[in-house]
C-alpha cells in the first residue's frame, strides 16, 4: 500500500530540462503513469488474452470439423463438459460466446486501441505523456480488472456465459434458458461494466491529449493519420459505450430485480413469469446502437496505423491526406447511424429497415475512397518490405475483400437468406476481425523499437509468421462464405442434425485445418516478440527513416520523452521523396525523407496538403 | 645488394597493393542497412511473393467454386426468392469484379513497385480528379443497388391484405416448432402464454370463437401458388424462423407477433427432381453410406437414406439443443394440403377430449 500511496506523491508535471524521479519497481513497472509503460502493459494483457481467445476458436474448429471424433485435448482443456473427448452443447456455445467477447474488446479494443493510443499520441503530437497520467493508469488497471472478472467467469459452476456475444435476452436474463446465463452471465456483465469505464477513461484522456497538447506547429491538418484515427476511434467510444453500459444496466436490473425493460409473455421451465411489457428489441437497439460503432472502433486504429506504416515504408506521403482524414470523419459519423442493419429481420418495422440499408450502404463510400487511396499510395513507391508493411498491404487486401460482402449484408433484401448464416462470419472476420488483427501486428512489428528501447524484432521470423498467416486466413474465411451460403446458421454446435448439410463437412474439414496451421504459426509470433524484448538487435534510433517526431524522442524510455525540449513541427508528416527546387534531388541531399521538426528549407516549395 | 633492391621492391609493391586495396574498401560504401530492417533482396523476395499470393487468391476462389459451388442453395421455392437470387446474383458479379480489380492493382503495386537502393520513389501527394472519380464510381454503382434493393425488400416486406392469403402462425419454443392454422375462417384465436393449459399448449384463449377451429401441427404443410402469411410467436426466448429455400427468414420475439409472407412456387415432389437437388442427395447419401461401413463396423446403428424435404431452421441462438431445432416444411397440391388438413384435430376437438 505504501508503493501505491507513493505513485499520488510523484509530481506529474515536467519542466524542459527533463527532470527526473526516483522510480521503484512498483511505480515503474506496475502502477506507472508513465504511457510508454501503460501501452506496454495494454499490449501484454491484450496478446495474452488473444492466446485464450484464439485457443477457443481452435477447441471449436475442432468441434465442426470432427463432430463424431473424441478429442482428448476437450477433456484436458474443459473437464467436465468435455467428458470422454466429447465437447458439450453448452460448452460449445460457451467458447463462441467469450471468443468473441475476447476479441472483440478485449483484444481488438483494448489491446489495440489502448496499446498503440498511448503509445504514440503523446509521441507523435509531441507531449511529454497523457493529459492526465493518474487516469490512463486507472484506465489500465480497470481493463486488467475486467479482463480478470472475465476468465474468472470461465471457471464458474454452471459455466461462463454462452448466449453469443451479443447477449440477447430472454436467453441471457434468464438461467432456466440456459445454464451460463447465472452466474457466468452476472460476471460477464460486471466485466463489460468495468470494461466500459476503463475504456471512458482512456478515451477522454486521448481526446484531451490530442486537442490540448500538440506541440508547437502541430495543427490538426499537420497530425499523422495514426493520431486521426485514436482521436476520432476516442470520440466514437464516448459517443457509444455509455450506451451498452445501459443497456448491461437494464439488463442487470431485469436479471436480478425484477423489471422488464427487456421481457414480455414468456413461459419457460413449465411456468409463466410475470414480466410484462418490455421488449428484446429494444435491447437489440442500444446493443447495437454501440455493437456497430465498435466495429469502427476496432478497424480505425487499424486503419490509421496502416495508412503511417505503407507511407513510410513506401517512401511515399500518404495518398490524399484530406481526403483519408474526411474519410475517417465521415466513417465516424455513419457508423453510429448504421446499427439497424444487424436488426433487418428482428422484427422492428421494414420502412426503418430501409433507412439503415440507405445509411449502411452510404458508409461504403468512404471506405472505397480509403481503399482506393491506398492502393494508390503504393503507386510509383519504393516499397520497403519490412514485416509491418507485408501486414499493412495485407490489411486492405482482407478489407477490400470483406468490405465487399458487406455490400450484400447491408442490403436488406439479401440479408433476408444470408442474416445469421457462416456468410456472416465470415464477412465480418475478414473486414474487422483479421483486418484489425492485421493492423494490431503492423503495429507491433513497426513500433517495436519505440516500445523496447531501439530492440528490434527479427525480419526473418516475420517473414514466415506474415505468409503463413495471410494465407492460412484466406484459407479459413474464403470457404466459410460457401458454408454461409449453402444455408447452414451460425451457433450450430454440430449440424449432423441435419442431413442436408452433411455435404459440408469436407469444407468444414479445410477450414479448421487452415486455421490450425494459422494458430500454430502464431507460436512463431509469440518467440519472436518475447524472445526480441531480450535479445532482439538493438536497431538505429529512427530505423524506418520515418517522418514522425516518436523517432526523435529518446531510445531510452525516460519520463517526458525528449531529454531537452519538446521539438517543434514545420511541417506534416508526409515529407517523403520530396524533390528540391529543380527536381536534382531530395529536399535534404541523399535523404529520402524529412521529418516534421525540421523547418520548411530554403531550396523547397511550400505544397499545400 | 640487388637481391635487397628485389625485396625492397616486391615488399614496396606488397604494400602498395594493400593499401589500394584499403582505398577500394573506403571508397565503396558500406551497406550501412541494419541486419532487421528489409534489405533490397528481401523487397526482391516479398515483391515476388505479392504475386504469388495474388496466384493463391485467384486459384482458392476458383478452386473453391470448382469444389464446393454444388453445396450452394438450388433454385428459389418462392415467388419473391427469384427477385432476391436476381438482386443477389447482380451483387455477387460486382463484388467480384471490383474484388479482382482491386487484389490485382493491390498486389501488381506491391511487387512491381518493390524498392531498390536505386530507385526513387515518385512524390505524389494528391490528385482531386482521381478522388473525385473513386468517389462517385461507388456513389453511382451504390444508388443502384440501394434503388434495386430498397424496391425488392418493400415488395416483400409488404402484405397485401387483397391477396387473401393463408394465415399461419409459427410458435417457437426451446428447441422445437409448432404451426398454428386458422381453420375455416383462416383466422387465428388470441394467443398469451398466460394462458398456456394442458394440451392448449400455445395458449388460444379458449373464449375466443376464432381459435376454434384453429389447428396445430408439428408438421408444415403449404399448399403451393397460394400466399402464405406466416405470424411467428415464441415463447420463452428470441428465436429465428428460417427457411433457406424459401429465401425466407424472421425472429420470433417473446412480447411480439412479427410476421413474414411468401408464396411458395415449387412442390417438395418437384424440388425434389430439381438437377442439383438430385446431385446434391445422391452425393449426401454416399458421405452417409461411407460413415454407415464405419459406424457398422463399431457395432452401432447405420445412418438413415436422405431424402429431401424442405425444412425450418432456428437461427437465432437459444439455447443448448439451438442446432436441433427444426421442422419439416411440405410444399403440396391444394387438394393434398386439403386432404391432409382434414385429417388434423381442431384446437376445440383437442380440448375436449
Request: net charge negative; proline share 4%.
Amino acid at each position: 500500500m505504501s508503493a501505491h500511496a507513493q505513485v499520488h506523491g510523484v509530481e506529474d508535471h515536467h519542466d524542459d530540462h527533463g527532470h527526473h524521479h526516483k522510480e521503484t519497481f512498483v511505480t515503474k513497472y506496475i502502477f506507472s503513469q508513465d504511457h510508454k509503460m501503460i501501452s506496454k502493459q495494454y499490449l501484454i494483457t491484450g496478446l495474452f488474452m488473444g492466446v485464450i481467445g484464439i485457443l477457443m476458436s481452435l477447441l471449436f474448429r475442432l468441434q465442426l470439423a470432427w463432430p463424431d471424433h473424441k478429442f482428448t485435448i476437450f477433456e484436458i482443456f474443459l473437464g467436465k463438459w468435455g467428458t470422454d473427448g466429447v465437447m458439450d452443447p453448452s460448452i460449445y456455445l460457451a467458447l463462441v460466446t467469450i471468443h468473441g467477447t475476447i476479441m472483440v474488446f478485449f483484444v481488438l479494443t483494448a489491446g489495440l486501441s489502448g496499446t498503440f493510443s498511448n503509445l504514440l499520441i503523446p509521441l507523435q503530437i509531441g507531449a511529454r505523456d497523457m493529459a492526465s497520467g493518474f487516469l490512463n493508469m486507472v484506465s489500465y488497471w480497470l481493463f486488467f480488472l475486467s479482463s480478470i472478472v472475465m476468465l474468472f467467469s470461465l471457471f464458474v459452476e454452471a459455466g461462463p456465459a454462452s448466449a453469443g456475444w451479443t447477449i440477447y435476452p430472454p436467453l441471457s436474463a434468464l438461467p432456466q434458458a440456459i445454464p451460463g446465463s447465472g452466474a457466468g452471465m452476472t460476471l460477464w456483465l460486471s466485466s463489460i461494466a468495468i470494461f466500459i469505464a476503463s475504456s471512458l477513461l482512456g478515451s477522454l484522456n486521448y481526446i484531451v491529449t490530442v486537442i490540448n497538447l500538440r506541440t508547437k506547429g502541430m495543427s490538426m491538418t499537420r497530425l499523422p493519420l495514426t493520431i486521426w484515427a485514436f482521436f476520432v476511434t476516442a470520440i466514437i467510444g464516448v459517443v457509444s459505450f455509455p450506451v451498452l453500459f445501459s443497456a448491461a444496466l437494464m439488463l442487470i436490473m431485469d436479471r436480478s430485480f425484477g423489471t422488464s425493460f427487456f421481457l414480455s409473455d414468456i413461459y419457460i421451465a413449465g411456468e409463466v413469469l410475470h414480466h410484462q411489457g418490455g421488449s428484446p428489441v429494444l435491447f437489440e437497439h442500444l446493443f447495437w446502437f454501440l455493437g456497430h460503432p465498435e466495429v469502427y472502433i476496432v478497424i480505425l486504429p487499424a486503419m490509421g496505423i496502416v495508412s503511417e506504416v505503407m507511407a513510410t515504408n513506401s517512401r511515399k506521403p500518404i495518398f490524399g491526406y484530406r481526403a483519408m482524414v474526411a474519410s475517417i470523419l465521415a466513417i465516424a459519423f455513419l457508423s453510429t447511424i448504421v446499427w439497424g442493419h444487424h436488426m433487418f429481420i428482428s422484427g422492428m418495422n421494414p420502412f426503418l429497415g430501409s433507412v439503415f440499408t440507405f445509411t449502411t450502404l452510404l458508409i461504403a463510400i468512404p471506405s472505397a475512397v480509403k481503399a482506393f487511396n491506398w492502393i494508390t499510395t503504393l503507386w510509383k513507391g519504393n516499397l520497403q518490405m519490412n514485416t509491418a508493411m507485408l501486414f499493412s498491404i495485407a490489411f486492405v487486401s482482407t478489407f477490400i475483400t470483406g468490405g465487399l460482402t458487406g455490400i450484400i449484408l447491408g442490403d436488406s433484401a439479401l440479408d433476408i437468406n444470408v442474416h445469421d448464416t457462416y456468410f456472416v462470419v465470415a464477412h465480418f472476420h475478414l473486414v474487422m476481425g483479421i483486418s484489425a488483427l492485421y493492423g494490431l501486428l503492423a503495429g507491433v512489428y513497426h513500433w517495436f523499437p519505440k516500445m523496447f528501447q531501439g530492440r528490434m524484432m527479427s525480419k526473418k521470423l516475420g517473414y514466415i509468421h506474415f505468409w503463413v498467416t495471410s494465407i492460412g486466413a484466406y484459407g479459413i474465411f474464403f470457404p466459410m462464405h460457401f458454408v454461409g451460403m449453402a444455408g447452414l446458421p451460425r451457433r450450430y454446435y454440430s449440424n449432423t442434425a441435419f442431413p442436408y448439410f452433411d455435404d459440408l463437412a469436407d469444407i468444414n474439414v479445410v477450414m479448421t485445418i487452415f486455421a490450425i496451421v494459422t494458430i500454430a504459426v502464431q507460436v512463431v509470433f509469440l518467440y519472436n516478440f518475447f524472445h526480441s524484448i531480450f535479445y532482439g538487435k538493438i536497431g538505429p534510433k529512427n530505423p524506418w527513416n520515418a517522418t514522425t517526431l516518436e523517432w526523435t524522442a529518446e531510445v531510452k524510455h525516460i519520463h517526458g520523452n525528449w531529454d531537452g525540449p519538446i521539438p517543434h513541427v514545420y511541417r506534416w508528416a508526409y515529407d517523403y521523396s520530396k524533390l528540391n527546387k529543380d527536381e536534382t534531388d531530395y529536399v535534404i541531399p541523399g535523404q529520402d525523407f524529412i521529418p516534421q521538426h525540421v523547418p520548411l528549407q530554403d531550396n523547397e516549395d511550400e505544397l499545400d496538403h | 645488394m640487388t637481391a635487397f633492391l628485389v625485396v625492397l621492391v616486391i615488399i614496396l609493391f606488397g604494400i602498395s597493393v594493400w593499401q589500394m586495396s584499403r582505398i577500394f574498401q573506403l571508397a565503396q560504401v558500406k551497406p550501412s542497412i541494419h541486419s532487421e530492417i528489409a534489405s533490397d533482396k528481401d523487397n526482391n523476395t516479398n515483391g515476388y511473393l505479392m504475386m504469388g499470393f495474388l496466384a493463391f487468391m485467384y486459384i482458392l476462389a476458383i478452386l473453391s467454386f470448382w469444389l464446393w459451388g454444388d453445396v450452394l442453395l438450388p433454385e428459389s421455392g418462392s415467388e419473391h426468392g427469384s427477385k432476391i437470387d436476381n438482386l443477389m446474383l447482380i451483387s455477387m458479379i460486382i463484388i467480384f469484379l471490383v474484388g479482382i480489380l482491386t487484389q490485382w492493382l493491390l498486389h501488381y503495386f506491391a511487387f512491381i513497385y518493390r524498392g531498390n537502393k536505386t530507385k526513387r520513389a515518385t512524390f505524389y501527394a494528391d490528385n482531386d480528379k482521381l478522388e473525385f472519380i473513386w468517389t462517385i464510381i461507388p456513389v453511382i454503382v451504390l444508388a443502384g443497388l440501394i434503388i434495386y434493393g430498397l424496391f425488392t425488400w418493400t415488395d416483400i416486406m409488404n402484405v397485401d391484405k387483397d391477396d387473401d392469403p393463408l394465415i399461419v402462425e409459427l410458435y417457437a419454443q426451446q428447441f422445437n416448432w409448432k404451426a398454428r392454422y386458422g381453420g375455416n375462417d383462416n383466422t387465428l384465436g388470441e394467443a398469451n402464454v398466460r394462458l398456456i393449459e394442458g394440451v392448449n399448449q400455445l395458449g388460444v384463449d379458449p373464449a375466443d370463437p376464432n381459435g376454434k377451429d384453429d389447428i396445430v401441427v408439428t408438421e408444415l404443410h403449404l399448399p403451393v401458388g397460394r400466399k402464405v402469411l406466416f405470424k411467428m410467436r415464441s415463447q420463452d426466448v428470441l428465436h429465428s424462423a428460417y427457411m433457406p429455400h424459401f429465401r425466407a427468414q424472421m425472429n420470433c420475439v417473446p412480447g411480439m407477433i412479427t410476421q413474414f409472407a411468401f408464396t411458395p412456387t415449387v412442390t417438395t415432389a418437384e424440388m425434389r427432381q430439381n438437377d442439383k437437388i438430385v446431385d446434391k442427395v445422391a452425393r449426401i447419401n454416399e458421405i452417409r453410406r461411407e460413415k454407415s461401413v464405419g459406424l457398422a463396423a463399431a457395432g452401432e446403428e447405420p445412418l438413415d437414406t436422405y431424402e429431401f424435404d424442405y425444412m425450418l431452421l432456428c437461427n437465432k441462438i437459444c439455447g443448448i439443443s439451438h442446432y436441433n431445432m427444426q421442422m419439416k416444411i411440405i410444399v403440396e397440391s391444394e387438394e393434398d394440403y386439403k386432404a391432409w388438413l382434414a385429417t388434423q384435430p381442431t384446437l376445440s376437438e383437442q380440448l375436449s377430449k
